[in-house]
């Protein structure tokens, strides 16, 4: 144990949905074990903390959202730090550490971390610690683990330097020996005795030995039939080594089953973003054919009765309920399904070693417990490695329980990501895989995330269709796999598709005297505008987009805007507008075909440009498959608009598969018409994105 002096650093975090905050827990637990007192606060609560005045080590936890800006909870703390009347050496004094997370399957990866990281670098501060950028699209533990491993022989030497300078040297000895003996000691916590025990290692038998017998005995079995490594079943060099385990979480929920009697929360009292608005679904429509690959609907919904306003190019959330199936399923797995209807009061348990232990704010302090499981638990998520460790308690079974071990251990690092991560293993796979798991109520609600609305873009606009709001979206679908044996739907858009299916096929339904549907649904949505994907604000400059897919559905709303501004304002001159358009087949999903032809006759679209990517063609040449070989054809254009005409450029959709194709035939084209090298061209690319001309709205 360390000595009685603990050691102060600041944490701060930074979080969009809850990943930032759950790291710099893990830090904060790591600390407590290291005889360090780690004073942590969400960003945002800056009456709490002064970077102005802080004098001990700061340890910074920032995720990304959107297209690269800091999380909503960062906004205030990041316009506060851009003032850019503050001096130079505002910062001077601070020394600190940072750990970024992102995707890289984003253009500005980790930007939110590089933004505050460099302003804080203008102002002055001192990296104590080397900054971390850690990768959700690969793995976040990969960066993240280490990261923190390596931050506490960092605080050593901060806590050196600090004390150095205020000539405290003889109390710096006794902390760095009690951290030294605490690397030693904790910096891997191995298994405890008991699952020591389970090692494979042949180590000759002991007394107390049973379940290393037992967990050998069916390995062996195992074995003879299977040589793969699996959810279930691992493989050496895995199955045979000694394991090195995270802490075990402490726990700090109480759940009090009461009565039935009572209201559940409103679902607005669950959002924290801004008001939510209750509006009816008035119309759906299904606008690719039935043997298409993929399943597109558009919705409509009534906003006419609502303050509720928007912008072609901006997005919205839907707040969903988990599938009703699941919740059932899981209620039926805990023994819990006769409880359903129950009211539970959540609380933090007395006397929790979990420091700063809380309520979950997505947690009702009283509501059902069908309620939480459907309107606030994300139980689809795939559970981390500290659920994984919690799992292991409640575990009976000696096999399945060393295979938790494994899942959650660093030697079992590649299985955790094959068999959990890739292959989107929730919860409710984990029970059916380990029957003999039986994790208690609280456990699920420690461990398991908020679940979060969904976000889309809007594809109509209010000044085309007052009072109207369109939206675009696939069905996602999730095929069965050898760890996850079910297919599924993604979460908010197999229940829309659901819940949109009167309107879909009304003659399947009872109708009212009037034809229409017996019943009118409604959603819960609230408004998250975008800042920069916006229709250019001189209707002169020319604008190209890009949208194969439902990457068209704010394109929609822009050409709408523009038809409707022509003819309100027949005297405006309005420059030429590009659309590039890809799907699989013509004739199956071909999105909005006729909408997009009246755009062109009418002369609101300029030029639109289509491809196939899987219709076959019998031309002697190959027509281009994809949007990213079409806008090579248009190149001179491409470049006239953007350098000579100072146009806007837009891309909407899929990532990886299109986006950063996108951008790459856009820096040959700008290589070639400018007869530049290629990294010039992509600095004047970069400066367009700069200037806000070369937008993106995309996801992975």
């Known amino acids: 144990m360390c000595c009685d002096l603990k050691r102060r650093f600041l944490l701060l975090y930074a979080t969009q949905k809850g990943q930032a905050k759950a790291i710099a827990e893990e830090i904060r637990e790591q600390a407590g074990a290291r005889g360090l007192e780690a004073d942590m606060h969400c960003i945002s609560e800056m009456d709490k903390y002064n ?93 993240v683990d280490p990261w923190i ?32 003996a605490a690397l030693h000691g904790v910096h891997e916590l191995n298994l405890s005795s008991e699952v020591q025990n389970l090692k494979l290692e042949d180590e000759g038998v002991r007394s107390s030995d049973v379940l290393s017998q037992k967990l050998a005995d069916i390995n062996l079995v195992a074995s003879t039939r299977d040589t793969e490594p699996s959810l279930v079943h691992s493989v050496p060099p895995v199955s045979q080594s000694a394991l090195n385990i995270p802490a ?75 599938n009703i199936n699941e919740v059932e399923e899981l209620l039926q797995i805990l023994g819990l399904s006769e409880k359903g209807e129950y009211f539970i009061c959540v609380k933090v348990k007395q006397g929790t070693k979990k420091k700063g232990a809380a309520r979950p704010q997505h947690i009702p302090e009283r509501s059902t417990l069908k309620f939480i499981l459907t309107w606030c638990l994300e139980i689809r998520a795939i559970p981390k490695k500290a659920f994984l460790r919690a799992l292991v308690e409640c575990t009976s079974d000696a096999g399945e329980k060393r295979r938790l071990q494994e899942l959650c251990s660093r030697q079992g690092a590649s299985d955790y990501t094959r068999f959990i991560r890739d292959s989107n293993v929730c919860l409710l796979d984990l029970l059916h895989a380990f029957p003999s798991c039986k994790p208690s109520l609280n456990l699920l609600i420690e ?45 908010c858009t197999g229940w829309l598709a659901e819940l949109v299916a009167p309107l879909l096929h009304p003659s399947k339904n009872t109708l009212n005297t009037k034809g229409g549907s017996s019943s009118t649904e409604k959603i819960s949505i609230f408004a998250r505008p975008n800042n920069t994907f916006h229709l250019p604000a001189d209707p002169s400059v020319p604008f190209m987009m890009v949208g194969p897919g439902t990457g068209i559905s704010p394109f929609i ?3 709408q805007h523009r038809q409707k501004l022509r003819e309100e304002h027949a005297d405006w001159e309005f420059g030429e507008t590009w659309l590039f358009f890809g799907c699989r087949h013509q004739d199956r999903d ?19 440009k289509v491809c196939f990517s899987r219709d076959f063609s019998t031309a002697e040449v190959d027509p281009p498959k994809y949007v990213q070989d079409v806008i090579r054809l248009y190149a001179k254009e491409v470049a006239r608009v ?16 299109m986006a950063d194709g996108v951008s790459d035939a856009v820096v040959d084209i700008l290589s070639m018409e400018m007869e530049a090298d290629k990294l010039e061209a992509m600095k004047i690319l970069a400066t367009l994105r700069e200037a806000k001309r070369y937008l993106q709205d995309v996801w992975s």
């Not at 594809?459 to 009072?467: A, E, F, I, T």
């Not at 071909?590 to 639109?608: A, I, P, Q, S, V």
């Open 149 to 180: 491993d390596g931050l506490w022989l960092a605080l050593k030497e901060a806590f050196l330097l600090q004390k150095e300078k205020e000539g405290m040297s003889s109390v710096v000895d006794a902390v760095c020996s009690s951290l030294s």
């Open 447 to 491: 461990h398991l995330p908020k679940l979060q609305a969904r976000s889309y873009s809007v594809s109509s606009s209010n000044l085309y269709q007052p009072g109207k709001l369109c939206f675009l979206f696939n069905i996602v679908e999730f095929p069965a796999c050898p760890a996850r044996p079910v297919s599924r739907k993604g979460v």
């Open 642 to 657: 953007l350098l000579k005409e100072r146009g806007y450029f837009y891309v909407c959709g899929d990532k990886k598969h």
């Open 248 to 322: 075990l979480p402490p726990e700090y929920i109480e759940v009090q089953f009461q009565d039935t009697h009572g209201e559940n929360p409103h679902l607005s009292s669950l959002i924290s973003e801004g008001t939510t608005f209750e509006v009816p679904v008035t119309k759906a429509v299904q606008l690719t054919r039935e043997d298409a690959i993929k399943t597109a609907l558009l919705l409509e919904l009534d906003i006419a009765d609502t303050v509720f306003d928007y912008q072609p190019g901006d997005a919205f959330c839907v707040i969903c309920p988990n």
């Open 51 to 143: 970077l102005e005045t802080e004098k001990d080590p700061v340890v910074i936890v920032i995720s990304t959202t959107g297209t690269g800006d800091p999380p909503d909870t960062a906004r205030k703390f990041v316009k506060k730090i851009q003032d850019t009347t503050l001096p130079p050496d505002h910062f001077a004094h601070l020394q600190y550490g940072l750990l970024g997370l992102g995707d890289s399957e984003y253009t500005f990866f980790c930007n939110g971390g590089k933004t505050v990281d460099r302003r804080l670098q203008e102002l002055g501060a001192q990296h104590f610690y080397d900054t971390g950028l850690a990768d959700d699209c690969v793995g976040l533990e990969l960066v």
């Open 590 to 608: 071909y999105l909005f075909k006729d909408e997009l032809r009246c755009f062109l006759e009418n002369g609101t679209l300029t030029h639109l």
């Open 557 to 559: 709303g822009f050409l």
